[in-house]
């Protein structure tokens, strides 16, 4: 992050030592909460190992690729959790990614000005709604009409593939998924309209200067000018879609068992947290559960670190092209 | 009439971002195949004047105009006027070089017949506007190669050859030259003597010696009004009005 | 020319995808904000704001307790959170240039991206293990961990947006750089400050993940930090996921006042905001 030119940082004032008393407590206390935040990081990994080593000495790696989930009977295996975490948070941001583009384009290129401020405030409501409302919603709402009206016409439409095969019960994966996806459109659309805002105004201009219609300037210098940036925004969305818990714990049907059909009910690793942690017995379940929200840990992470590369990318880009 | 025909004419010109009016009612012809140079002092209208011919001006928020501008004795602002089409016979180019940094040199000439859907791999199209636009012998070697690895002259250039390749009548200059170093400018002032054998050029500038040395017709613009126009000579060395007298023997501005 | 009139199509087509768009994402919001009022506003009443539960099928009970328990356990956390945060902000944006403070920037994103239930699970080894009971204690630690970086990450933007001059100016009067920091740079970034710092209690107000397994539920009041405490986000879980539709009808009810609570806290966030552009403008 470059500084702003006007800004003059304090420790250029204050490089010379000496100084004051008040100065230096001052700077001694700013350290230290600097340094808290990298003590509380640490003290994050070291429970989440701690509270996990029993289930890690008793059941080793193999856990991670295991797919049976039985606590009463001592079978812990990571791999339901997985799949239903990837498959919810896949179809979350296949189905968010395209409506957060247009949202994005609708709020900073195409949509009629009057408008803009109504939908970003709508966007911004959406954003602040805690996530046991929406499962609440999901699970008395969306998940009757899943029932009874999406799947049957999917099941109809492209019952061929096994995506959408099986008993349309409402509950499951596609449920979980849907309700992911309304809940980080918000982010998706403010990250897109941040890239789409770095796009220099000439390359939109020079578009429409040659006769280019608004779409054709977006598809034309727009959108390829943004894309890493919007590929950044998608994995920002999948990282929030992976950790989401409570919409999810409420809709997903939590059943530890892989299928491919959408419309099976599953399980995610947050929700297994949710509904076993407080409940679980001997330290070998709890350290699996540990151990399953180190494993989400450690994804989220790498996600949230490659997306903000991307965007950052982006952002160096247009530097380098309005220099 | 004796005068060539005339390719543009404007009649009481407005032009106004919100409250705040920029061209307070100007009107000048502009015939075939000329250059009209237009000079005063910053912010005062001239690249407004200039984004009305294309109708860019109207695409800035709050942004609006009146008054009649023709092309070729036809309305631009009428109804049955498209804008998108409108721009493809007013090229424009802007002051700082602004290549498609995603396309390639090629690609960035021939990005508006792509537009058009014109088919073909436009490989001619590309040379010629290439060569018109006095680039060719620099870059026929890496024509695949990223807009961005060109020197800013060459871009300015690169862009030159980007407006004629959709083949317009008209080629408004926004101050091309000002971004770019003498040796580039040189060629950027060469090339429009040669435009104007089959194009009609309006050029934007706030240097009085390349007004001279380019146009045909020069217009001064201050704040906001159109003192004078008229054949450059006659502009630069006995104007009619003060106010033009004193803007270009530097006296202000 | 055809041509021209099937591109202004396309472009009208995408135009009115991209409303399309903006129509489904507004669908949800208005059904799901339509919902929790008409399904919740019937069951709201004065009792509803001070009782504690009823048993299922006994009419009248409340969240009273709930509503404290989220109130008490976001206070609590408040109380670390804020000044930390914001410390935490300031040192960043006044100090955090060199390699240290480039790894306290990244670590305090890496923290914004961790999954509330991970948080959760960090407080409860850090606090129900060894005191072998869930607690209020627990769950306002967990909340105060989730609420530090954002708020650290908005703080040292508004910090940054203190222009330097005003500070030279600060210290060129001999004004020492603690004094110059507290009175004049903070000062002048606090409105911005305390918009990011209600949008973070307000978030807190709505997390439930982290309480599930620290402070867990209690059907009682309580007031005492190390016992296990209600909260109306768990509270609202509890009634939706439970078979017996009077609870369902509870549960959209606690929704509505969870809803006002955090549409209070971020409408003071906005006006706060507001205010501030007014100003500086």
Same mark, same amino acid.
């Given at each position: 992050?470059?500084?702003?030119?006007?800004?003059?940082?304090?420790?250029?004032?204050?490089?010379?030592?000496?100084?004051?008393?008040?100065?230096?407590?001052?700077?001694?206390?700013?350290?230290?909460?600097?340094?808290?935040?990298?003590?509380?990081?640490?003290?994050?990994?070291?429970?989440?190992?701690?509270?996990?080593?029993?289930?890690?000495?008793?059941?080793?790696?193999?856990?991670?690729?295991?797919?049976?989930?039985?606590?009463?009977?001592?079978?812990?295996?990571?791999?339901?959790?997985?799949?239903?975490?990837?498959?919810?948070?896949?179809?979350?941001?296949?189905?968010?990614?395209?409506?957060?583009?247009?949202?994005?384009?609708?709020?900073?290129?195409?949509?009629?000005?009057?408008?803009?401020?109504?939908?970003?405030?709508?966007?911004?409501?959406?954003?602040?709604?805690?996530?046991?409302?929406?499962?609440?919603?999901?699970?008395?709402?969306?998940?009757?009409?899943?029932?009874?009206?999406?799947?049957?016409?999917?099941?109809?439409?492209?019952?061929?593939?096994?995506?959408?095969?099986?008993?349309?019960?409402?509950?499951?994966?596609?449920?979980?998924?849907?309700?992911?996806?309304?809940?980080?459109?918000?982010?998706?659309?403010?990250?897109?309209?941040?890239?789409?805002?770095?796009?220099?105004?000439?390359?939109?201009?020079?578009?429409?200067?040659?006769?280019?219609?608004?779409?054709?300037?977006?598809?034309?210098?727009?959108?390829?000018?943004?894309?890493?940036?919007?590929?950044?925004?998608?994995?920002?969305?999948?990282?929030?879609?992976?950790?989401?818990?409570?919409?999810?714990?409420?809709?997903?049907?939590?059943?530890?068992?892989?299928?491919?059909?959408?419309?099976?009910?599953?399980?995610?690793?947050?929700?297994?947290?949710?509904?076993?942690?407080?409940?679980?017995?001997?330290?070998?379940?709890?350290?699996?559960?540990?151990?399953?929200?180190?494993?989400?840990?450690?994804?989220?992470?790498?996600?949230?670190?490659?997306?903000?590369?991307?965007?950052?990318?982006?952002?160096?880009?247009?530097?380098?092209?309005?220099? | 009439?004796?005068?060539?025909?005339?390719?543009?004419?404007?009649?009481?010109?407005?032009?106004?971002?919100?409250?705040?009016?920029?061209?307070?009612?100007?009107?000048?012809?502009?015939?075939?195949?000329?250059?009209?140079?237009?000079?005063?002092?910053?912010?005062?209208?001239?690249?407004?004047?200039?984004?009305?011919?294309?109708?860019?001006?109207?695409?800035?928020?709050?942004?609006?105009?009146?008054?009649?501008?023709?092309?070729?004795?036809?309305?631009?602002?009428?109804?049955?006027?498209?804008?998108?089409?409108?721009?493809?016979?007013?090229?424009?180019?802007?002051?700082?070089?602004?290549?498609?940094?995603?396309?390639?040199?090629?690609?960035?000439?021939?990005?508006?017949?792509?537009?058009?859907?014109?088919?073909?791999?436009?490989?001619?199209?590309?040379?010629?506007?290439?060569?018109?636009?006095?680039?060719?012998?620099?870059?026929?070697?890496?024509?695949?190669?990223?807009?961005?690895?060109?020197?800013?002259?060459?871009?300015?250039?690169?862009?030159?050859?980007?407006?004629?390749?959709?083949?317009?009548?008209?080629?408004?200059?926004?101050?091309?030259?000002?971004?770019?170093?003498?040796?580039?400018?040189?060629?950027?002032?060469?090339?429009?003597?040669?435009?104007?054998?089959?194009?009609?050029?309006?050029?934007?500038?706030?240097?009085?010696?390349?007004?001279?040395?380019?146009?045909?017709?020069?217009?001064?613009?201050?704040?906001?009004?159109?003192?004078?126009?008229?054949?450059?000579?006659?502009?630069?060395?006995?104007?009619?009005?003060?106010?033009?007298?004193?803007?270009?023997?530097?006296?202000?501005? | =020319?055809?041509?021209?009139?099937?591109?202004?199509?396309?472009?009208?087509?995408?135009?009115?995808?991209?409303?399309?768009?903006?129509?489904?994402?507004?669908?949800?919001?208005?059904?799901?904000?339509?919902?929790?009022?008409?399904?919740?506003?019937?069951?709201?009443?004065?009792?509803?704001?001070?009782?504690?539960?009823?048993?299922?099928?006994?009419?009248?009970?409340?969240?009273?307790?709930?509503?404290?328990?989220?109130?008490?356990?976001?206070?609590?956390?408040?109380?670390?959170?804020?000044?930390?945060?914001?410390?935490?902000?300031?040192?960043?944006?006044?100090?955090?240039?060199?390699?240290?403070?480039?790894?306290?920037?990244?670590?305090?994103?890496?923290?914004?991206?961790?999954?509330?239930?991970?948080?959760?699970?960090?407080?409860?080894?850090?606090?129900?293990?060894?005191?072998?009971?869930?607690?209020?204690?627990?769950?306002?630690?967990?909340?105060?961990?989730? =609420?530090?970086?954002?708020?650290?990450?908005?703080?040292?933007?508004?910090?940054?947006?203190?222009?330097?001059?005003?500070?030279?100016?600060?210290?060129?009067?001999?004004?020492?750089?603690?004094?110059?920091?507290?009175?004049?740079?903070?000062?002048?970034?606090?409105?911005?400050?305390?918009?990011?710092?209600?949008?973070?209690?307000?978030?807190?107000?709505?997390?439930?993940?982290?309480?599930?397994?620290?402070?867990?539920?209690?059907?009682?009041?309580?007031?005492?930090?190390?016992?296990?405490?209600?909260?109306?986000?768990?509270?609202?879980?509890?009634?939706?996921?439970?078979?017996?539709?009077?609870?369902?009808?509870?549960?959209?009810?606690?929704?509505?006042?969870?809803?006002?609570?955090?549409?209070?806290?971020?409408?003071?966030?906005?006006?706060?905001?507001?205010?501030?552009?007014?100003?500086?403008?």
């Amino acid at each position: 992050m470059p500084l702003p030119a006007d800004i003059l940082p304090a420790a250029a004032v204050s490089a010379r030592r000496g100084g004051n008393r008040g100065d230096r407590l001052y700077h001694a206390a700013l350290q230290l909460l600097g340094g808290a935040v990298l003590a509380v990081a640490g003290l994050v990994l070291l429970e989440l190992a701690d509270v996990a080593a029993p289930a890690a000495r008793r059941l080793g790696l193999g856990f991670l690729w295991r797919n049976d989930w039985d606590p009463v009977s001592g079978a812990f295996g990571a791999l339901p959790f997985v799949y239903g975490t990837l498959v919810t948070s896949a179809v979350a941001i296949a189905l968010a990614l395209p409506v957060s583009v247009g949202l994005a384009l609708f709020l900073s290129e195409m949509g009629p000005r009057r408008l803009r401020p109504v939908v970003s405030f709508a966007i911004e409501v959406l954003a602040a709604i805690p996530s046991v409302v929406y499962g609440l919603w999901g699970l008395f709402v969306l998940v009757p009409v899943l029932r009874d009206w999406v799947q049957p016409a999917l099941a109809r439409a492209l019952g061929f593939l096994p995506l959408f095969q099986g008993p349309p019960i409402g509950l499951g994966y596609l449920a979980a998924g849907v309700i992911l996806a309304v809940m980080i459109l918000p982010t998706v659309t403010s990250v897109t309209i941040e890239v789409l805002r770095t796009v220099p105004a000439s390359l939109r201009e020079a578009s429409l200067a040659l006769g280019a219609t608004r779409w054709e300037a977006i598809r034309m210098a727009v959108l390829p000018f943004g894309r890493a940036g919007i590929v950044g925004a998608a994995l920002l969305g999948l990282g929030r879609a992976l950790g989401e818990t409570m919409a999810v714990t409420m809709v997903i049907g939590n059943s530890p068992e892989i299928h491919a059909s959408l419309f099976a009910p599953g399980y995610s690793l947050p929700a297994v947290i949710a509904n076993e942690f407080a409940e679980a017995t001997g330290e070998v379940h709890l350290g699996a559960l540990a151990a399953l929200g180190l494993v989400l840990f450690g994804i989220t992470v790498l996600l949230n670190g490659a997306a903000r590369l991307l965007v950052a990318a982006v952002a160096r880009g247009s530097a380098r092209s309005a220099r | 009439m004796d005068a060539p025909a005339n390719k543009i004419s404007v009649q009481g010109l407005k032009a106004w971002f919100g409250k705040n009016e920029v061209i307070h009612g100007a009107s000048l012809d502009i015939p075939d195949r000329s250059v009209l140079a237009i000079i005063g002092p910053s912010g005062c209208g001239k690249s407004t004047f200039l984004r009305c011919l294309n109708r860019m001006h109207e695409l800035t928020p709050g942004a609006g105009s009146s008054g009649k501008m023709l092309l070729d004795d036809r309305d631009l602002y009428a109804a049955s006027v498209d804008p998108v089409e409108l721009r493809r016979r007013v090229g424009m180019v802007f002051q700082r070089p602004n290549p498609f940094p995603t396309m390639s040199i090629a690609r960035n000439v021939s990005a508006g017949l792509r537009l058009n859907r014109v088919p073909g791999d436009h490989a001619e199209v590309v040379e010629r506007c290439l060569r018109q636009a006095a680039l060719w012998d620099e870059v026929k070697d890496r024509l695949d190669a990223p807009a961005t690895g060109l020197s800013g002259g060459q871009q300015q250039r690169l862009c030159i050859a980007r407006a004629l390749a959709v083949e317009p009548e008209v080629l408004l200059m926004d101050e091309p030259a000002s971004a770019l170093d003498p040796i580039a400018t040189a060629k950027v002032e060469d090339l429009i003597h040669e435009l104007k054998q089959r194009y009609t050029i309006v050029i934007v500038t706030h240097n009085m010696q390349q007004a001279a040395r380019v146009s045909d017709r020069t217009a001064f613009f201050y704040l906001g009004e159109l003192v004078e126009s008229g054949p450059t000579e006659k502009i630069f060395t006995n104007p009619s009005e003060q106010r033009t007298e004193d803007y270009v023997t530097g006296k202000f501005g | =020319m055809s041509a021209l009139r099937r591109r202004n199509a396309v472009n009208a087509f995408w135009t009115a995808a991209c409303g399309a768009a903006v129509l489904l994402a507004l669908l949800p919001l208005a059904s799901l904000l339509w919902l929790v009022i008409s399904r919740g506003v019937g069951g709201l009443s004065l009792d509803f704001f001070t009782h504690l539960p009823a048993p299922v099928g006994e009419a009248g009970g409340g969240v009273g307790n709930a509503i404290a328990g989220t109130l008490y356990m976001v206070g609590l956390a408040s109380l670390v959170a804020l000044p930390a945060g914001v410390g935490a902000g300031v040192y960043l944006a006044e100090r955090g240039d060199g390699r240290f403070g480039s790894a306290v920037r990244f670590t305090t994103e890496v923290l914004a991206g961790v999954p509330s239930i991970v948080v959760g699970i960090v407080a409860y080894g850090l606090l129900v293990v060894p005191m072998k009971r869930f607690s209020a204690l627990a769950g306002a630690v967990a909340l105060a961990i989730l =609420m530090v970086p954002p708020l650290a990450r908005s703080t040292e933007e508004f910090v940054r947006l203190v222009p330097g001059t005003l500070r030279e100016a600060s210290l060129a009067l001999g004004v020492p750089a603690w004094k110059t920091g507290l009175r004049v740079v903070l000062r002048t970034a606090l409105p911005g400050i305390l918009t990011a710092a209600l949008l973070a209690v307000a978030r807190a107000a709505g997390e439930t993940a982290p309480l599930l397994f620290t402070a867990l539920n209690n059907q009682y009041w309580n007031a005492r930090p190390d016992q296990p405490t209600a909260s109306l986000t768990v509270q609202i879980f509890n009634y939706a996921v439970s078979p017996y539709s009077d609870w369902h009808d509870k549960a959209w009810s606690a929704a509505l006042v969870l809803l006002l609570l955090v549409g209070l806290l971020n409408l003071a966030a906005r006006l706060l905001a507001r205010g501030r552009g007014g100003r500086t403008a």
